[in-house]
């Protein structure tokens, strides 16, 4: 079953803007993952967040993560078109679960116009 | 950085037809590779887990005859879609996680396999 929900299903916006895109999920985890995947290629990993952290940042990407909410966000400062992808989270882990299995989510398709 | 080859990357071909899909780690040793399906506009679900050396490990609801996985060394593993028919149609994407270290997985760029 789908661990991760994320939201919103589909982004819009201008390039410059920000977006942010959250996911929920349901089980415990050791950690969470975002991942990026271009249309009808393979997914390529962003950023990991481990369960005892709350905020983490890589260039332009900020990841937050609360684990009593069961909730993370992905923050893309000044979007350029080249954004222009699915986004995928995925957690791993928790209690009785293997560290390195990943659940989805269902994924947030972020267009970014120029 | 860690590089996964995926091959074909496109296969269409009749019903009936078994079709194998190669995943392959370049650059490093991959104790576990994995392998997902992913239909239009949804997320990636995984199939099974393949460890090296030995058998690989289902999902539920995942047929262990109809996909038979094969993970002969720590760079390859292989998907065989036995008599695949058109429900099978779908995008197969494998994932390795490096021997080595505390890496997070790394893609292939999957395969789209349309079966007619």
């Known amino acids: 079953s789908q661990q991760g929900e994320e939201d919103p299903q589909a982004l819009s916006i201008q390039e410059g803007e920000n977006a942010t895109m959250n996911c929920s999920y349901k089980t415990s985890i050791n950690n969470l993952q975002w991942y990026r995947q271009n249309s009808g290629r393979g997914l390529v990993h962003l950023i990991l967040?481990?369960?005892?952290?709350r905020e983490k940042h890589s260039g332009r990407l900020r990841v937050t993560l609360d684990t009593s909410k069961k909730s993370s966000s992905l923050l893309i400062t000044a979007s350029r078109a080249a954004d222009t992808a699915s986004y995928f989270c995925a957690t791993a882990g928790g209690s009785g679960g293997s560290n390195y299995k990943l659940t989805f989510g269902k994924g947030t398709l972020l267009t970014v116009n120029p | 950085g860690a590089v996964v080859s995926q091959h074909p990357s496109r296969v269409i071909c009749k019903s009936g037809t078994s079709v194998k899909i190669e995943c392959r780690s370049l650059d490093f040793q991959a104790t576990t590779m994995f392998w997902y399906r992913q239909f239009p506009k949804q997320s990636l679900m995984l199939m099974a887990t393949s460890n090296e050396g030995s058998k690989a490990t289902y999902e539920q609801g995942v047929e262990k005859d109809k996909f038979l996985i094969n993970h002969a060394s720590l760079t390859l593993s292989t998907l065989t879609v036995t008599s695949a028919h058109p429900e099978d149609s779908s995008f197969y994407i494998c994932?390795?996680?490096?021997?080595?270290?505390?890496?997070?997985?790394?893609f292939g760029d999957g395969t789209r396999l349309s079966i007619l």
């Open positions: 967040i481990r369960s005892n952290e």
């Open positions: 994932s390795a996680r490096p021997r080595r270290g505390n890496q997070p997985q790394h």
